[in-house]
């Protein structure tokens, strides 16, 4: 007999269909899966986008503290803007029209001016505030403009769209990188389109709309943000106006102060509203949104052919679409940061009427505690 022994037995591999069928398995938890794993990643996301805008109060509110007022919003040209020969040039004082961006420092926006409450002292101290205030003709590199702009703040960026991102635009043959923001303040109610469209399309029925179809740089008082029944926490400061706490009378709590831009990704980074330096885009919806129910950005449409009959939103050569509400990339709904420094998730599908009203700070709007 042999010393050696033979294990017995009928050893096989696996057939080609009990393969099939395992793949199959493998595949059909992968795709169960797959959607809870990016939907826990996007509340992730979102919750970074409100911990962003929590920050964003805080800075606004320290600054309030400071200054007793919330800080204002920014304006075209200056008051005293003047040419390069240093002659006055009223052409370029806000309150004739002046655009597209402040000359000096002081006329920068809202995010700007709360830097060194949000631990962005360094950012802040590279506007140079001595510079004249020449409108057209200046140096870029003279009051810091520049400078500041290719500087990103994480806080201003949502992740879900694109956190910590620069734009590359090329002047006079050199190219620069210049950061945006995500978040826009809020002026209240604006008299005209939804969609900047100069024809009067997009104008909602009262009360969630009106006529005059003006812009946010008409040369009258209007969009302002400082209009009677419509004034918004964000005010136009070309002028000297100032948002006190005082002036919320439909309450801090019941009053937006900042919330998500809408913006179609197609044009993230030269849409209307998002095509200028993050802090010097002068009184533009690149930092100001207004009452208009929010969009999302999925829903967001890219050109101004959206104002045309029939709506052609697609068309590239219709041009540059302004977009004048608060939207943003989140399934569903928008973040909103109300003037009590909460945060708020406002539904996409919330009613005209109480997103208007809570755009407001004085239209004295009854609100319910669930209306949104």
Same mark, same amino acid.
């Given at each position: 007999? /042999?010393g050696t022994s033979r294990?017995?037995?009928?050893?096989? =591999?696996?057939?080609?269909?009990?393969?099939?069928?395992?793949? @199959?398995?493998?595949?059909?938890?992968?795709?169960?899966?797959?959607?809870?794993?990016?939907?826990?990643?996007?509340?992730?996301?979102?919750?970074?986008? %409100?911990?962003?805008?929590? #920050?964003?109060?805080?800075?606004?509110?320290?600054?309030?503290?400071?200054?007793?007022?919330?800080p204002q919003g920014p304006?075209?040209?200056?008051?005293?803007?003047?040419?390069?020969? =240093?002659? @006055?040039?009223?052409?370029?004082?806000?309150?004739?029209?002046?655009?597209?961006? @402040?000359?000096?420092?002081? =006329?920068?926006? #809202?995010? *700007?001016?709360?830097?060194?409450?949000?631990?962005?002292?360094?950012?802040?101290?590279?506007?140079?505030?001595?510079?004249?205030?020449?409108? &057209?003709?200046?140096?870029?590199?003279? &009051?810091?403009?520049?400078?500041? /702009?290719?500087?990103?703040?994480?806080?201003?960026?949502?992740?879900?769209?694109?956190?910590?991102? %620069?734009?590359?635009?090329?002047?006079?043959?050199?190219? %620069?990188?210049?950061?945006?923001?995500?978040?826009?303040?809020?002026?209240?109610?604006?008299?005209?389109?939804?969609?900047?469209?100069?024809?009067?399309?997009?104008?909602?029925?009262? $009360?969630?709309?009106?006529?005059?179809?003006?812009?946010?740089?008409? +040369?009258? +008082?209007?969009?302002?943000?400082?209009?009677?029944?419509?004034?918004?926490?964000?005010?136009?400061?070309?002028?000297?106006?100032?948002?006190?706490?005082?002036?919320? %009378?439909?309450?801090?709590?019941?009053?937006?102060?900042?919330?998500?831009?809408?913006?179609? $990704?197609?044009?993230?980074?030269?849409?209307?509203?998002?095509?200028?330096?993050?802090?010097?885009?002068?009184?533009?919806?690149?930092?100001?949104?207004?009452?208009?129910?929010?969009?999302?950005?999925? #829903? @967001?449409?890219?050109?101004?052919?959206?104002?045309?009959?029939?709506?052609?939103?697609?068309?590239?050569?219709?041009?540059?679409?302004?977009?004048?509400? *608060?939207?943003g990339p989140h399934p569903?709904?928008?973040?909103?940061?109300?003037?009590?420094? +909460?945060?708020?998730?406002?539904?996409?599908?919330?009613?005209?009427?109480?997103?208007?009203?809570?755009?407001?700070?004085?239209?004295?709007?009854?609100?319910?505690?669930?209306?949104?």
């Open positions: 007999m /042999s294990i017995s037995g009928n050893s096989r =591999g696996f057939t080609l269909i009990e393969l099939l069928v395992v793949i @199959a398995i493998i595949a059909v938890l992968i795709a169960l899966l797959l959607p809870a794993v990016q939907s826990a990643r996007e509340a992730g996301r979102r919750a970074q986008c %409100t911990n962003n805008l929590k #920050q964003i109060g805080l800075g606004m509110l320290n600054f309030e503290s400071t200054y007793g007022h919330l304006y075209d040209g200056d008051p005293a803007a003047v040419t390069t020969s =240093g002659a @006055a040039d009223k052409d370029n004082y806000p309150q004739n029209g002046a655009c597209c961006n @402040a000359a000096t420092p002081n =006329g920068w926006n #809202q995010f *700007f001016k709360i830097l060194p409450y949000i631990e962005q002292q360094p950012v802040y101290n590279m506007a140079n505030f001595s510079t004249p205030p020449i409108a &057209d003709g200046r140096d870029s590199s003279m &009051d810091g403009e520049f400078a500041v /702009s290719q500087v990103v703040i994480p806080s201003y960026n949502c992740p879900t769209r694109r956190p910590n991102y %620069t734009y590359v635009t090329v002047s006079s043959g050199v190219a %620069t990188a210049h950061a945006r923001a995500d978040y826009a303040g809020c002026a209240g109610f604006l008299y005209g389109s939804a969609y900047g469209c100069g024809n009067g399309a997009f104008i909602p029925a009262p $009360p969630n709309g009106s006529l005059p179809n003006y812009g946010p740089l008409s +040369s009258n +008082s209007y969009n302002k943000g400082n209009t009677p029944g419509g004034k918004g926490a964000i005010v136009w400061g070309g002028l000297g106006a100032v948002r006190r706490l005082a002036d919320f %009378t439909d309450g801090t709590s019941n009053s937006f102060l900042v919330g998500e831009k809408s913006l179609s $990704p197609a044009v993230w980074g030269s849409a209307g509203g998002d095509n200028e330096m993050w802090q010097n885009s002068g009184w533009d919806e690149d930092c100001v949104r207004w009452h208009f129910p929010p969009v999302g950005d999925a #829903q @967001a449409p890219p050109y101004k052919g959206i104002c045309n009959s029939p709506p052609a939103p697609n068309d590239k050569s219709t041009g540059t679409l302004w977009q004048r509400m *608060f939207g569903g709904g928008v973040n909103m940061l109300m003037s009590d420094g +909460s945060v708020h998730f406002i539904k996409s599908t919330v009613n005209p009427a109480t997103f208007r009203m809570l755009s407001a700070i004085d239209d004295q709007g009854v609100l319910s505690a669930d209306s949104y």
